[in-house]
């Protein structure tokens, strides 16, 4: 008898248990898993899988799905997600416009959406909401560091980045707090591969310093060239172009570049030391800003669920706003408009034994927040 | 603006028309021989530069890898035309571009599997690194001129075949007659596949080239593939000598059109907004100039057949 009673005991404590923790949370990732620009996607996948997998966390399900660096695909996919799937949270998005096309929409439907990398401006002004969270940085962010920093050695920098929105948003961030003589503004196709117009133009402007965004392979097909043209004038850029997933195929010619990003491996906290660690084992690469942006978003989700239902949604965004977490990028916080407030860093591309990677030589703004939150009325 | 610039530029232009000729004389060259619509040309293209990329990374040797790419690219050309393509010649366009658009994921999601989705590196070899000076004080990158030098002899080459072998023979009767030239007892479903291998070998070389100075990665061919075929259209459907010179025309307009519009546009308005017209206009011109040529010469500057 005494045993039954034992066991039964036992057996409502673990449906007690179960009901206490087995709310069960679905989260839709949408990113970019196929195509040119998959390996930003696949680092973000697999860090926030990675989280997911250590934090031990048996009620969260993922459901993993590839934009193709498609808007329309990307479109799809969210409202598959949230009406057949039912998801409770969405992220995972790595470019600007397929952010554009999704977020809003989203949110509209009382989904909260949690933004690994795309930071466009006017998600975090006038169109903010409350159900996005930028855990990444607002676009601008980098570009407005390299611009701070720039100020220090050069007076005359030519600029160049890709005609679409998040190419004028670094242009615009640069600018905004670089002092000097513009030497040249010019703007690119996307997706070009072939930059010796645009080189020929850096050789006769008599710039004394050049800045570039070109995210993904343009970013590798410029390096590669401007190292074998002969101009000799000083590079630098966001950390987009110098980021672990495409150094090793610009190869020694990134080397001594300066670039700004609001993380490195070399970032001296316990909590990035964990994940630099974790990921390289896991994974037997180095990770990538994206990479740890997307630990954090993981993090940060694991965080709130740990404070707040996600069914009760004003009580789980209050639980995300707090961003009560061990960020790997040090101290973070959310702004008003629910971006960031963190530091910006400038790295330099170094050697160590056979592999490029970052290193911290500078901090260029501490608690930075974007220009964009006082538009917010959230 | 000085003349070293104006010279670069020149020479910027035609070594990218160099390099579409390499791509758009086997897709003409498949044209006018099969009347094929070829979309995975540009992942044969794709294919010879990460087959450059691996060998040379494996064996250290840059030349070793170009050799590769040659075998790799021509290789699979053969391959897919005896397997796929050999089955499209009697069917329409439609099918054909259904089909070899169905070849490009098929590369692609392929070389995804086999490589990964991170870049490869290639760098140029050593010989061919650094600038030379030019005359007016300017400097050029050695690189790109010796692939202009490889554009020259591949053209005078093509011209050999075509005018003076038995070969070359043969894929002019094909151009002009197929089914004679099968009644007359040339073995067509041979010549088919080394045309095939061929225009794969020419594109595969142009992506090892051009991998060296760009980024080695899944759907680098695309971007390409449409340059080409808008060389094509120019140039004159399945004419060699038209595809170089829509080569040359698209590479010299397109650097000189991005390189002029946003300077001349300054002149009119404050250099941001000229930089953000002209660079949109600029990518515009190439289409524009299309349309202009088609407009007087509906099939193309020289027109293989009438």
Not at chain 1, 271 to 278: L, P, R, T, Y
Not at chain 2, 211 to 234: T, Y
Request: hydrophobic letters at 50%; proline letters at 3%; glycine letters at 10%.
């Amino acid at each position: 008898m005494k045993k039954i009673i034992a066991a039964g005991i036992f057996g409502l404590s673990l449906a007690a248990s179960s009901l206490a923790y087995a709310e069960p949370v679905k989260i839709g990732v949408i990113t970019t898993l196929s195509g040119g620009g998959a390996g930003l996607g696949v680092d973000m996948r697999d860090a926030f899988t990675l989280a997911m997998k250590q934090s031990g966390n048996k009620d969260v399900e993922l459901v993993v799905e590839d934009d193709a660096q498609k808007p329309e695909i990307a479109v799809q996919l969210a409202e598959k997600m949230i009406q057949s799937d039912k998801v409770d949270l969405l992220t995972g998005i790595i470019w600007s416009n397929l952010a554009m096309a999704v977020v809003p929409n989203a949110v509209a439907q009382d989904v909260i959406y949690l933004s690994p990398n795309a930071g466009p401006s006017a998600l975090a002004g006038a169109k903010c909401n409350k159900n996005y969270f930028n855990v990444a940085y607002q676009n601008d962010n980098f570009h407005e560091a390299m611009g701070q920093y720039a100020n220090k050695d050069y007076k005359k920098t030519f600029i160049l980045a890709p005609n679409y929105p998040a190419g004028k948003d670094s242009l615009t961030g640069f600018k905004r707090y670089y002092k000097g003589e513009l030497a040249g503004e010019v703007y690119t196709q996307v997706g070009q591969t072939d930059y010796a117009a645009e080189i020929a133009q850096i050789r006769d402007s008599g710039a004394d310093s050049v800045f570039f965004f070109l995210p993904g392979g343009m970013g590798i097909s410029f390096m590669k060239q401007y190292a074998q043209s002969g101009v000799n004038i000083p590079v630098m850029g966001p950390g987009f172009s110098f980021d672990q997933d495409i150094l090793p195929a610009v190869g020694d010619a990134a080397l001594g570049v300066k670039n700004s990003a609001s993380w490195s491996k070399d970032l001296d906290n316990e909590a990035n030391k964990a994940f630099v660690e974790a990921f390289q084992a896991e994974y037997k690469r180095l990770p990538s800003v994206y990479a740890a942006q997307s630990w954090d978003t993981a993090n940060l989700i694991l965080a709130a669920l740990s404070k707040a239902s996600v069914k009760d949604k004003d009580a789980f965004r209050a639980a995300l706003k707090a961003a009560d977490f061990k960020s790997v990028r040090g101290e973070f916080a959310f702004n008003t408009n629910n971006h960031p407030v963190q530091n910006i860093y400038v790295r330099e591309v170094v050697k160590e034994g056979d592999v490029l990677t970052n290193k911290i030589v500078a901090t260029a703004f501490e608690h930075h927040k974007d220009a964009y939150a006082e538009q917010c009325k959230m | 603006m000085s003349i070293a610039l104006l010279i670069e530029q020149l020479l910027n232009g035609l070594q990218l028309g160099v390099m579409l000729f390499l791509m758009a004389a086997g897709l003409t060259l498949i044209f006018g021989v099969m009347g094929l619509i070829n979309l995975a040309h540009g992942s044969l293209y794709m294919i010879g530069a990460f087959a450059c990329a691996a060998v040379a990374a494996a064996t250290g040797s840059f030349w070793i890898g170009l050799a590769a790419s040659l075998v790799a690219a021509a290789a699979a050309g053969a391959i897919i035309e005896v397997t796929v393509i050999r089955r499209l010649y009697d069917r329409d366009h439609l099918d054909q571009v259904l089909a070899t658009f169905a070849l490009i994921l098929i590369f692609s999601e392929g070389t995804r599997w086999l490589f990964g989705s991170f870049p490869l590196y290639l760098d140029i070899p050593s010989l061919l690194q650094g600038a030379v000076p030019l005359p007016g004080g300017g400097q050029y990158q050695l690189y790109r001129l010796a692939i202009i030098g490889v554009g020259v002899v591949v053209a005078l080459g093509l011209y050999l075949l075509i005018s003076r072998t038995r070969l070359g023979m043969r894929i002019r009767a094909g151009e002009s007659d197929r089914e004679m030239i099968a009644a007359l007892g040339v073995d067509i479903r041979t010549l088919y596949t080394v045309v095939f291998a061929l225009g794969a070998a020419l594109a595969g070389l142009a992506g090892a080239l051009v991998g060296a100075l760009q980024s080695v990665q899944v759907g680098m061919g695309e971007p390409a593939l449409i340059l080409a075929f808008v060389v094509i259209v120019i140039g004159g459907i399945g004419s060699i000598k038209g595809a170089l010179f829509g080569a040359i025309l698209v590479g010299v307009v397109d650097t000189m059109g991005r390189f002029l519009l946003p300077k001349a546009l300054a002149l009119m308005m404050p250099a941001a907004q000229a930089g953000l017209i002209g660079a949109a206009l600029a990518s515009m011109l190439i289409y524009i100039v299309m349309a202009l040529i088609l407009a007087f010469r509906p099939s193309g500057l020289f027109a293989a057949q009438s």
